[in-house]
């Protein structure tokens, strides 16, 4: 039987995966250089192994409401087809080994307004939905706006 491996995480105390596939890195917040005029959702840009990245907050994206900093708060770096982003999360709390046939795609009514959770994983006492990354990124208004400022930021870094 085939299974996939998920990083599950945690926003607004609801439990999320990401295939590791999507996953460079998962690191702890550190010194994050606030961007003016940027989306609320985005908390600034962050140096992760020499590359500048952009830190998306996941509780703000999903829920409109920004996540608490504490010790387990940490950026889980993913690469989209365009760039790579940095989610702030609550914590990413474990690495789990799913079979495939329990992901169950989600019901046509509830993927129009989710179109970035690919399913969802039943598991005793435990619902996690799926996210696709580059779906939820690409979804996100004014991503042009800064996809253009990590392009200025890059431009104006000394080499």
Do not use: C, W
């Not at 509780?59 to 409109?64: D, E, K, N």
């Not at 994983?121 to 042009?144: F, H, S, Y």
């Amino acid at each position: 039987m085939e299974s996939k491996k998920l990083v599950i995480f945690q926003a607004n105390r609801e439990e999320y995966g990401i295939s590791v596939e999507h996953v460079i890195s998962i690191e702890k917040l550190d010194n994050l250089t606030p961007i003016p005029e940027m989306p609320v959702y985005m908390k600034g840009l962050m140096k992760v192994r020499d590359e500048l990245i952009p830190v998306l907050d996941t509780r703000q994206i999903l829920f409109r409401d920004q996540t608490e900093l504490t010790d387990k708060s940490r950026v889980i770096v993913v690469q989209t087809t365009e760039l790579s982003v940095a989610l702030l999360v609550e914590d990413a709390k474990e690495i789990l080994d799913v079979q495939t046939d329990t992901i169950k795609p989600l019901s046509l009514i509830a993927a129009n307004g989710s179109n970035y959770i690919s399913g969802m994983v039943n598991l005793d006492k435990r619902l996690i939905a799926v996210i696709e990354p580059g779906k939820l990124v690409d979804g996100l208004r004014e991503m042009d706006d800064i996809k253009e400022e990590m392009e200025r930021q890059l431009a104006a870094a000394p080499e």
